[in-house]
């Protein structure tokens, strides 16, 4: 099976645009546990974090690659925070609730049973 970069960076991405073009407030739910997590740990509450990323409450914000990251002050304390994509665990409007949650396992699903791995649509031109 032909290997993909994960798409949690990129449904991310989508969601947050979503939310602020509905003038909703983007909030992150992470997995504070998580290895090289960089966040104000005076917040966690039973091993997560949840985070107001929308564009008035954080600076450079960075959802590219393998890690969100951005500029914040917490008690009025400067911070760069760094969270990996895997340990965002969802992404939704304070409003509402409405946004995403993801799955803690990101690996992709087996092939289809009876598919070949190098198995590939065809095309033919009809006139």
């Known amino acids: 099976m032909i290997e993909m970069t994960s798409s949690r960076s990129y449904l991310m991405r989508a969601i947050y645009e979503w939310i602020v073009d509905n003038d909703m407030t983007p909030y992150l739910l992470v997995n504070a546990e998580y290895d090289s997590v960089r966040i104000p740990v005076e917040y966690i509450n039973n091993g997560k974090i949840i985070l107001n990323v929308a564009p008035e409450a ?3 914000l960075d959802m590219l690659g393998d890690e969100l990251s951005f500029n ?3 008690g009025g304390k400067p911070m760069r925070v760094s969270v990996p994509m895997q340990a965002a665990l969802a992404i939704y409007a304070r409003e509402n609730g409405r ?3 993801f799955s803690e396992d990101d690996t992709p699903p087996e092939p289809m049973p009876g598919k070949a791995k190098d198995s590939a649509p065809k095309l ?4």
């Open 58 to 60: 954080v600076q450079n």
């Open 72 to 74: 914040a002050r917490f």
């Open 99 to 101: 946004g995403m949650v």
């Open 124 to 127: 033919r031109v009809v006139k």
